[in-house]
């Protein structure tokens, strides 16, 4: 059983920042990529920033210089530092966590998200 939960969403004004974090729990042995995604109302779901493990980080154009996403490899755990938050950035923030976990002696590599966190930027 794997667990992805995230937090840290909430009404901040524009030019603010939050800070969102995402935590993966469970029987797992490693991860190959861990970050956020965002869906915006009438939009589809889309990359925000990623890391992938043995790979680069990367980002969207829209958030880079602006986010910045880091990572607590020992806790399962990324963070995204969002700034300079524009209206544009409201969305649903939801984290992936591609990994490896067992469940007694099987093995397995599947794809988890997290529940969501609503981020609305307004004045």
């Known amino acids: 059983q794997v667990d992805v939960v995230e937090s840290g969403g909430g009404l901040v004004q524009p030019g603010g920042s939050l800070r969102l974090s995402c935590a993966a729990s469970?029987?797992?042995?490693?991860?190959?990529?861990m970050g956020w995604y965002r869906r915006a109302p009438g939009k589809q779901r889309e990359l925000v920033a990623a890391?992938?493990?043995?790979?680069?980080?990367n980002y969207a154009d829209s958030v880079k210089g602006r986010f910045v996403i880091s990572r607590d490899t020992a806790k399962n755990t990324v963070y995204l530092q969002m700034n300079s938050l524009k209206p544009e950035d409201t969305a649903v923030y939801y984290c992936?966590?591609?990994?490896?976990?067992?469940?007694?002696?099987?093995?397995?590599?599947?794809?988890?998200w997290g529940q969501g966190t609503q981020v609305t930027v307004s004045s």
């Open positions: 469970g029987s797992i042995v490693s991860i190959n990529a």
């Open positions: 992936n966590a591609h990994l490896r976990y067992y469940t007694g002696s099987i093995y397995y590599t599947d794809a988890y």
């Open positions: 890391f992938t493990r043995g790979g680069p980080t």
